[in-house]
């Protein structure tokens, strides 16, 4: 089986930098993907890791060791707007279905 | 215009009673995958299917059934042998064979 873990909630604040982790245990494991949702929104896909390293995009930026079973999403520069949960998932073995954490709530205040 | 819609947004109904959500893409994408959230958790998914005519249970599949007659459509209906219906339903599609998964809005779904 799969294990997600990952902060129920955190709170930082505007213009703050915040960094949520993930750890995973998984077999086989492909990739690990962070989505954005707004409460009663549907999940937006913010990045697809693979190999080792950060990747930037603008304010967001998405790191993965994949030997320590570990990833963090950085947001800097935070708005009021980066208010939202934040879904961690890894896809592994034959299938192209990710196994979804539990979400970090973050909450961010002026 | 292109993308996926579920509708509708909210649903209510009354314990005991069967009812379908709507899914529908016009993507191409071949799979589509239904997903249930619960506050504080992640998704779990419920069904998927990779090819029009085919699909497979998830993790969570007691209580629902699927049907994928057409491609663009993979309505969800959620039987009155579900106990704890009452939730957030995200449908998705993708490419056959990729990890891409494009949302719907959602169905909030109340079952009093």
């Known amino acids: 089986g799969q294990n997600i873990d990952q902060p129920t909630e955190m709170t930082a604040t505007e213009g703050a930098i915040v960094q949520i982790n993930c750890t995973y245990q998984?077999?086989?494991?492909?990739?690990l993907f962070w989505y954005q949702q707004h409460a009663g929104e549907a999940p937006t896909f913010l990045s697809y890791n693979v190999l080792d390293g950060l990747e930037e995009k603008g304010r967001f930026s998405s790191f993965l060791s994949r030997s320590k079973g570990y990833s963090y999403l950085l947001l800097k520069e935070l708005q009021m707007k980066d208010s939202a949960s934040y879904l961690c998932a890894a896809v592994s073995g034959g299938s192209y279905i990710p196994t979804f954490g539990r979400g970090t709530s973050l909450i961010v205040h002026p | 215009d292109g993308g996926i819609t579920q509708s509708p947004k909210y649903l209510f109904r009354k314990e005991g009673q069967n009812v379908t959500l709507s899914c529908e893409q016009n993507l191409n994408h071949d799979a589509m995958y239904w997903y249930r959230q619960d506050p504080g958790q992640g998704l779990r998914l419920i069904y998927y299917?990779?090819?029009?005519?085919?699909?497979q249970k998830g993790d969570i599949a007691e209580g629902y059934s699927v049907s994928r007659e057409k491609k663009e459509s993979f309505p969800l209906t959620v039987t009155s042998a579900q106990k704890n219906p009452t939730a957030f339903y995200l449908c998705?599609?993708?490419?056959?064979?990729?990890?891409?998964?494009?949302f719907g809005p959602g169905t909030r779904l109340t079952v009093t």
């Open positions: 998984t077999s086989g494991f492909n990739g």
């Open positions: 998705a599609t993708g490419p056959e064979n990729s990890y891409e998964q494009y």
């Open positions: 299917s990779q090819i029009v005519n085919d699909f």
